[in-house]
């Protein structure tokens, strides 16, 4: 909203009170002048883009100064949510919550993995890896054959060598995204100022000072086009390789 004073006023306000903090933001303030409508003349005035919106808690003027911009697109959208609270740590655990159910969700959805037969999809939920832990134990004592089945399709038998890829490529793939999340857990961990927060969410880039060792080594997996197991097709069904989606 575009207001006018007659003299330059103040950036931010803030006024304590009993449900919260009155904020007043302004930004663009500039000095015009203006018309004297009952006579002639002018006069000096100030114009200025305003917001503004009860904050339900406590916040300072230099809390609001070190994200202006945050405050001012956001700090009106926020007041409307009621009695709730929205301290920066709050919005922090918000934030950790949505990656981890993001990071469930795409490891829910399994993973394509190319096999003697073509390309097939299998889902991994916590029971799909348990069974999974299970075929590995099978292979291990020498089973050339084993009962399984993709997403929606009926119960078949795998080679030894094809239920081995799917072992390892089910497993690299909830490796690598279990990471990625442990990653973006540690940007959300190091956040100082709500703006921060908005630049993180699942698929995000990873800065480098974030990038951990075993992150590094999935991304130089997944720049090479496979997976620990040699599957291209693990990198297209989750998070993406390289830079643009890293673990």
């Given amino acids: 909203m575009r207001e006018r004073y007659l003299s330059k006023p103040l950036e931010i306000e803030v006024y304590p009170v009993k449900s919260g903090t009155d904020v007043i933001l302004r930004k663009n303030i500039a000095e015009i002048s203006v018309k004297n409508e009952e006579g002639a003349g002018t006069y000096t005035a100030w114009e200025c883009d305003e917001v503004q919106f009860r904050h339900p808690g406590t916040i300072t003027a230099e809390e609001i100064s070190a994200d202006f911009e945050y405050w001012f697109e956001n700090g009106p959208k926020i007041s409307q949510g009621g009695d709730v609270d929205l301290s920066f740590e709050q919005m922090r655990n918000e934030k950790y919550a949505e990656v981890s159910a993001a990071c469930e969700s795409t490891i829910y959805s399994g993973v394509d993995v190319t096999l003697s037969t073509g390309l097939e999809h299998f889902?991994?939920?916590?029971?799909?890896?348990?069974?999974?832990?299970?075929?590995?134990?099978?292979?291990?004592?020498?089973?050339?054959?084993?009962?399984?089945?993709?997403?929606?399709?009926?119960?078949?038998?795998?080679?030894?060598?094809?239920?081995q890829k799917i072992i390892d490529a089910a497993f690299f793939y909830v490796s690598y995204n279990t990471t990625y999340c442990n990653a973006l857990n540690m940007w959300i961990k190091a956040a100082t100022k709500p703006s921060d927060l908005e630049g993180i969410y699942w698929g995000a880039t990873i800065p480098e000072e974030h990038r951990n060792e075993v992150l590094l080594d999935y991304m130089e997996i997944m720049a090479g086009g496979g997976t620990s197991a040699g599957n291209t097709e693990t990198a297209e069904s989750g998070a993406s390789s390289g830079e643009g989606t890293t673990a």
């Fill in 123 to 163: 889902s991994l939920t916590e029971k799909d890896q348990i069974n999974l832990f299970g075929k590995q134990a099978q292979l291990a004592a020498g089973a050339e054959k084993l009962e399984y089945h993709q997403d929606k399709q009926p119960c078949r038998y795998y080679s030894a060598a094809d239920m």
